[in-house]
């Protein structure tokens, strides 16, 4: 390509350079891996900084002797032929033990992060079990008694022990600006840990599944929040007491704020209780939650409704008649309506127990008010988009094994319209139970 054809090209070419360099000025990167908020990805930092630091050097060096080359030894008229070099000992040397060097530089600093970041977590460190399911985290902490869904409570300045396991297929957990992206694998437990810098507390962060693992991989969403010794102590001696509207709740509810070391044995195994139908009891201590307006705009769920044909129609204006103590009793038996209960694939600690926590089939709802996300954190959690995931799951989230409970709803699963099911009011009535679990 001639010079006079590259000019054509030249503004082009000085726009994208112009583009790029404008691209890389930005400061907001909010899912970075290049953060050093934990000490496992400041090993994996480090590690980085001195691949880079080594390889460019190595880029510079051979380029520079590549065009050192090149214009040395270009061919010019009437020059002596090319001398051949085969058979150099001294030079064949030289080229062999250079990149071994270079092979050292790079395998001695790499094999010890590794060392550092598969070694055993330090002792007094929170255990937590991270459990994979299509396509949502089930989150449990087995010294207190707690079992929640897709949102992670840590105490900033302690190091957290993760013990991975999946129910299904293959996931990975990571949280990229916490560093340690691990994979779940079947039939088997890996393990990971780190500590979030005493400074994070307050801060929230989004996890992701970087696993592929099916029609909704991209929907399997978690958030992690960081927050204070006290606060989540708080927050964990409430989420391990039974659900607010729950024959135990009045038992609990009084029961002060744990301290800051709490540790609570593990939950007892759910067993069958009376299913009352007192309305939801107030909770003298809701325990912490973090607070929902100080979330940052990048870690609430953006996902919209579906809209246009696709639209699930609700009437919003029922929502304020909502009566949770006749959702509670839909929650606990559907019979009359032809439908299997709630809770013969969920778990609301406190009531009528169909599953216990290892074969339910769904996130436990036992405090689902408390959390800001629903949908394996694709939605945000409020009224009325939690009306449209109890009426037609399926169709909001592709691959939900949540049934389409609402009456005359095309099920998008089985292909038909649902004949029976629950109508606009009753739905109403459970999302204002489900929402009074604080």
């Given at each position: 390509?001639?010079?006079?054809?590259?000019?054509?090209?030249?503004?082009?070419?000085?726009?994208?350079?112009?583009?790029?360099?404008?691209?890389?000025?930005?400061?907001?990167?909010?899912?970075?891996?290049?953060?050093?908020?934990?000490?496992?990805?400041?090993?994996?930092?480090?590690?980085?900084?001195?691949?880079?630091?080594?390889?460019?050097?190595?880029?510079?060096?051979?380029?520079?002797?590549?065009?050192?080359?090149?214009?040395?030894?270009?061919?010019?008229?009437?020059?002596?032929?090319?001398?051949?070099?085969?058979?150099?000992?001294?030079?064949?040397?030289?080229?062999?033990?250079?990149?071994?060097?270079?092979?050292?530089?790079?395998?001695?600093?790499?094999?010890?992060?590794?060392?550092?970041?598969?070694?055993?977590?330090?002792?007094?460190?929170?255990?937590?079990?991270?459990?994979?399911?299509?396509?949502?985290?089930?989150?449990?902490?087995?010294?207190l008694g707690v079992v929640t869904a897709n949102e992670l409570y840590l105490p900033?300045?302690?190091?957290?022990?993760?013990?991975?396991?999946?129910?299904?297929?293959?996931?990975?957990?990571?949280?990229?600006?916490?560093?340690?992206?691990?994979?779940?694998?079947?039939?088997?437990?890996?393990?990971?840990?780190?500590?979030?810098?005493?400074?994070?507390?307050?801060?929230?962060?989004?996890?992701?599944?970087?696993?592929?693992?099916?029609?909704?991989?991209?929907?399997?969403?978690?958030?992690?929040?960081?927050?204070?010794?006290?606060?989540?102590?708080?927050?964990?001696?409430?989420?391990?007491?039974?659900?607010?509207?729950?024959?135990?709740?009045?038992?609990?509810?009084?029961?002060?704020?744990?301290?800051?070391?709490?540790?609570?044995?593990?939950?007892?195994?759910?067993?069958?209780?009376?299913?009352?139908?007192?309305?939801?009891?107030?909770?003298?201590?809701?325990?912490?939650?973090?607070?929902?307006?100080?979330?940052?705009?990048?870690?609430?769920?953006?996902?919209?409704?579906?809209?246009?044909?696709?639209?699930?129609?609700?009437?919003?204006?029922?929502?304020?008649?909502?009566?949770?103590?006749?959702?509670?009793?839909?929650?606990?038996?559907?019979?009359?309506?032809?439908?299997?209960?709630?809770?013969?694939?969920?778990?609301?600690?406190?009531?009528?127990?169909?599953?216990?926590?290892?074969?339910?089939?769904?996130?436990?709802?036992?405090?689902?008010?408390?959390?800001?996300?629903?949908?394996?954190?694709?939605?945000?959690?409020?009224?009325?988009?939690?009306?449209?995931?109890?009426?037609?799951?399926?169709?909001?989230?592709?691959?939900?094994?949540?049934?389409?409970l609402g009456a005359g709803e095309f099920n998008p699963v089985t292909k038909q319209?649902?004949?029976?099911?629950?109508?606009?009011?009753?739905?109403?009535?459970?999302?204002?139970?489900?929402?009074?679990?604080?």
């Amino acid at each position: 390509m001639s010079f006079f054809r590259l000019r054509r090209f030249a503004p082009a070419l000085i726009v994208a350079a112009a583009a790029l360099t404008l691209a890389a000025c930005g400061d907001q990167y909010p899912n970075s891996t290049f953060t050093h908020f934990t000490d496992n990805n400041r090993i994996i930092g480090a590690l980085w900084d001195r691949l880079v630091f080594f390889g460019t050097i190595v880029f510079v060096f051979v380029e520079a002797l590549l065009i050192f080359t090149i214009i040395k030894f270009r061919k010019r008229p009437g020059g002596a032929p090319a001398r051949q070099i085969h058979g150099n000992a001294a030079l064949e040397i030289t080229w062999t033990v250079i990149p071994a060097l270079i092979l050292v530089m790079i395998a001695v600093p790499t094999v010890r992060a590794i060392y550092k970041t598969q070694a055993k977590a330090p002792d007094g460190s929170l255990k937590v079990e991270v459990i994979g399911h299509q396509w949502w985290w089930e989150f449990r902490y087995p010294e207190l008694g707690v079992v929640t869904a897709n949102e992670l409570y840590l105490p900033a300045g302690r190091t957290v022990n993760f013990q991975l396991n999946t129910r299904d297929v293959l996931h990975s957990f990571w949280t990229p600006q916490l560093g340690g992206k691990r994979d779940l694998i079947t039939n088997r437990t890996n393990w990971l840990w780190y500590t979030p810098d005493s400074s994070l507390a307050g801060q929230v962060f989004n996890g992701f599944c970087v696993e592929y693992c099916g029609s909704s991989h991209a929907n399997m969403r978690f958030r992690v929040y960081t927050v204070t010794a006290d606060q989540f102590a708080s927050w964990a001696k409430h989420q391990a007491a039974d659900a607010a509207g729950s024959p135990a709740a009045a038992a609990t509810a009084s029961v002060p704020v744990a301290a800051a070391s709490v540790a609570a044995k593990p939950a007892a195994p759910v067993v069958a209780a009376a299913n009352v139908t007192a309305a939801p009891a107030a909770v003298e201590d809701p325990g912490y939650v973090f607070p929902a307006d100080k979330m940052p705009a990048h870690t609430v769920p953006a996902t919209p409704l579906p809209s246009g044909d696709r639209a699930i129609a609700f009437d919003e204006s029922v929502l304020a008649q909502g009566s949770a103590t006749a959702g509670r009793e839909l929650i606990t038996n559907m019979a009359n309506l032809g439908k299997a209960p709630c809770l013969t694939c969920h778990v609301v600690k406190g009531e009528m127990a169909m599953v216990n926590n290892d074969n339910a089939r769904g996130p436990n709802l036992t405090h689902f008010g408390s959390r800001h996300t629903l949908g394996g954190g694709l939605f945000k959690s409020d009224a009325p988009t939690l009306a449209r995931w109890i009426k037609n799951a399926p169709h909001m989230k592709p691959g939900s094994i949540m049934p389409t409970l609402g009456a005359g709803e095309f099920n998008p699963v089985t292909k038909q319209k649902m004949a029976s099911g629950l109508d606009d009011r009753q739905i109403a009535d459970i999302v204002a139970y489900l929402m009074s679990l604080k």
